[in-house]
Structures are given as C-alpha cells and as structure tokens.
C-alpha cells in the first residue's frame, strides 16, 4: 500500500550574505567613466561588475571622487548599476511542487507536471508572498504559502519547482555618501518633475527587464512602460532628503514593478521582439542545485510564445541533493536568497549630473531543503 506523509511547509528565506542644493558632479557621461562593460577593464560578467557596491557603515552607496558607484571588493571597477538586498520584495505563487524527474523541456511546448510531480502549493488565483529584510543578515516571508499541512510520498525527488507571476515588485531605498566626491551632494531622481536628494526609493512604475518602451495589453494590466533612462517621466525612482509618506504625491514610496519578458535580446516597444522564453539550467547563488526557468502563458502549462501571452515564471531546480522523503521527515523548507536582487541602476543625461533611474528587480534564487 502507497504510503503519505504529512509534513508542515515552513517559508524560511536564507540568511542574507550577506546639505546643499546642488548636484554631486560627474566627471564625464556615465559610459565614459564605467570600467564594467564591453570593452572595458572588466568584462561585464566579471565578479567585479556585479553584486553590491561598496557602502559605508551606514549602508549608503559611496560615491568615488568621479561621482560613480564602484565595486565592493575593487574600488577600480566603476560601475553604473548596483545590485543590492532590496527593502522589501514581492512575489504571486501559483504553483508549487517536487518532481521524480525533470520536467524542464528544451522543446516542447507544454510542461508535464501530472506524471513526475506532487505539489505543495495550488492555487490559480495565486497567493501573494512579501519578502522583508530585517537589516540584521535575515529576512522574513508573510503570509506562509501553506498555511496547514500538505501530503507528499514516500520518494526520492531529484527536481523542485515553483510558477510565479513574471511581474517581480520591488520596494527600497538607498542613501548615498557623496563625501568622497570633492563635490556637492545629490542624486537625480524622477517623479511629475526631476527630484533631487541624498536618498533615492522606488516608486508605482512598471519596467521591463529590457527596458522597453510603450504599454503593455490587458494580459498585463495595460500599463504605460518605463525605459529607465535619466528622464523624470521614464524613471521609476525619486529622490530627496526621506522618503515621501503621502500617498497623493507623485514620489509616494511604493513598489516598483519588473516584467520579465524574455530571457533573450529585445529593443524597441513592448511585444514587437521575439521572445525566448526558455532560460537553460546554471548554477544558483544559493548552491543546492542547478535552476532554469521557462517563461508561460496563464495556464501555467503552456509555454509563452510573445510577450503578451508570457504572464507566469516557471522557476526549476535540479536538486544535487534529491529530498528523500520517509516516514521520519518533519519539515520541508523553502528559502528565498534576496542577495543582489535589487538592481540599482543609473544614468546621465549627458550634463555632469548622476541620475538614479531605476530599482529593476531580478528573480530571487529558492532553496528547497527536507528534515
């Protein structure tokens, strides 16, 4: 007789490796002054040109003597994005489940959970999940996934997954040390006009991964794009001395929305490129495996073929360590890795001015663990 357990999921997210009126000057235009980059001292996917920017110990982003952020462990390497443990992120499950084989496909164009996977989560509604960094190296997740007990068998899984909706929220604010710069002391920010300050926050504005122009369709709520360029319009941060608490104004400090549309090259307006909406396995940040992510349409079955029809975020880990369920397993645990997962980007309008365009949000790594 095929035997059940009942385990409890428990949401745990992993330990987080973790005034005057005028403008800190740039020495040159932002692509000029960067070292990260094509054909730069560092090659962009070089361990200096990503990961956090060196920060005092208040946490603000310091600002070199040519006004530009660097590097946390390479003070040459200029660079014109951050990524950093955002304030708050936020996420919409689906679907959740533990596979006895793979049911990542580099063709086909349905995914087969039915025959190899039991889920933990299932609900096409979704259930929205609020990631908060405590500021102490953890995080906590609100509300749980599952608020009781769920069944799996007694097996041996060697692939996790979970389908998200690929629209990734993003809420952070950042201070900036400008003392270094030998000259004044405020960032360029965005909102009904240009706002200026020592601290920047994200604010009610969608952006693509690409930062791609014009609106989106009803799958996506219609909404008017931002670019992220160094434009009031097309930023989606404000600036100023704190953040704004008054919901009427235009900075009002909210979360900022990141579509992600395709895991290849797109340009121009929204939906006029292809998509590529299969991401193949790499290592994650976290260890514990490999993971891939295929992009869907609504009923989380069917792979995307345009940007419109992509809504959902089918995200896949392939287990070094298969979860061997038995009768003494109590605990099943997924952690969410928040490290870097905001990326603090910034630009220049060709005026010697450093202008905080945007908080794009990129996909957290997810851990799954059994005790």
């Known amino acids: 007789m095929k035997k059940f357990h009942l385990l409890f999921l428990k949401i745990v997210t992993v330990l987080l490796l973790l005034m005057t009126n005028s403008f800190a000057e740039l020495a040159n235009d932002t692509e000029i002054l960067k070292t990260c980059g094509d054909g730069k001292t560092y090659d962009e996917d070089s361990d200096a040109c990503s990961g956090p920017c060196a920060v005092n110990s208040s946490g603000a982003i310091i600002l070199a003597s040519n006004g530009m952020p660097y590097d946390a462990d390479n003070s040459d390497a200029f660079r014109d994005s951050c990524n950093m443990i955002p304030d708050f992120y936020r996420v919409t499950?689906?679907?959740?489940?533990?596979?006895?084989?793979?049911?990542?496909?580099?063709?086909?164009?349905?995914?087969?959970?039915?025959?190899?996977?039991?889920?933990?989560?299932?609900?096409?509604?979704?259930?929205?999940?609020?990631?908060?960094?405590?500021?102490?190296?953890?995080?906590?997740?609100?509300?749980?996934?599952?608020?009781?007990?769920?069944?799996?068998?007694?097996?041996?899984?060697?692939?996790?997954?979970?389908?998200?909706?690929?629209?990734?929220?993003?809420?952070?604010?950042?201070?900036?040390?400008?003392?270094?710069?030998?000259?004044?002391?405020?960032?360029?920010?965005?909102?009904?006009?240009?706002?200026?300050?020592?601290?920047?926050?994200?604010?009610?504005?969608?952006?693509?991964?690409?930062?791609?122009?014009?609106?989106?369709?009803?799958?996506?709520?219609?909404?008017?794009?931002?670019?992220?360029?160094?434009?009031?319009?097309?930023?989606?941060?404000?600036?100023?001395?704190?953040?704004?608490?008054?919901?009427t104004d235009a900075c009002y400090f909210d979360y900022a929305t990141e579509i992600i549309e395709t895991f290849g090259e797109a340009s121009g307006n929204?939906?006029?490129?292809?998509?590529?909406?299969?991401?193949?396995?790499?290592?994650?940040?976290?260890?514990?495996?490999?993971?891939?992510?295929?992009?869907?349409?609504?009923?989380?079955?069917?792979?995307?073929?345009?940007?419109?029809?992509?809504?959902?975020?089918?995200?896949?880990?392939?287990?070094?360590?298969?979860?061997?369920?038995?009768?003494?397993t109590s605990r099943f645990d997924i952690k969410f890795g928040l490290s870097d997962s905001v990326s603090i980007d910034f630009g220049s309008t060709g005026d010697p001015f450093l202008f905080n365009v945007k908080h794009g949000a990129d996909p957290v790594d997810i851990l799954f663990e059994a005790n």
């Not at 514990?288 to 349409?297: D, P, R, S």
């Not at 989380?300 to 298969?322: C, F, H, I, K, W």
Request: glycine share 10%; with cysteine.
């Open 270 to 328: 929204w939906n006029e490129s292809s998509v590529t909406a299969r991401w193949p396995y790499a290592a994650s940040s976290l260890g514990g495996g490999n993971k891939a992510a295929i992009l869907l349409q609504s009923d989380n079955e069917t792979v995307a073929t345009s940007m419109e029809d992509g809504v959902r975020l089918l995200y896949m880990v392939e287990l070094t360590n298969p979860l061997v369920i038995t009768e003494n």
């Open 93 to 247: 499950i689906f679907k959740g489940g533990v596979c006895t084989s793979d049911p990542y496909s580099s063709s086909s164009l349905t995914i087969d959970y039915d025959s190899i996977c039991d889920l933990y989560y299932n609900d096409n509604s979704g259930k929205q999940i609020t990631l908060t960094n405590q500021g102490d190296g953890t995080a906590t997740a609100s509300p749980s996934l599952v608020e009781d007990g769920f069944n799996l068998g007694i097996k041996t899984y060697t692939h996790a997954f979970m389908v998200l909706s690929n629209h990734l929220k993003i809420k952070h604010d950042q201070d900036y040390d400008f003392s270094g710069t030998g000259t004044a002391s405020e960032m360029r920010g965005g909102g009904s006009s240009i706002s200026t300050g020592t601290t920047c926050w994200t604010i009610n504005r969608t952006s693509t991964f690409s930062n791609l122009d014009g609106s989106t369709g009803s799958n996506h709520n219609s909404v008017e794009l931002r670019t992220g360029t160094p434009d009031a319009s097309e930023s989606s941060t404000c600036c100023g001395s704190a953040v704004v608490t008054d919901e």
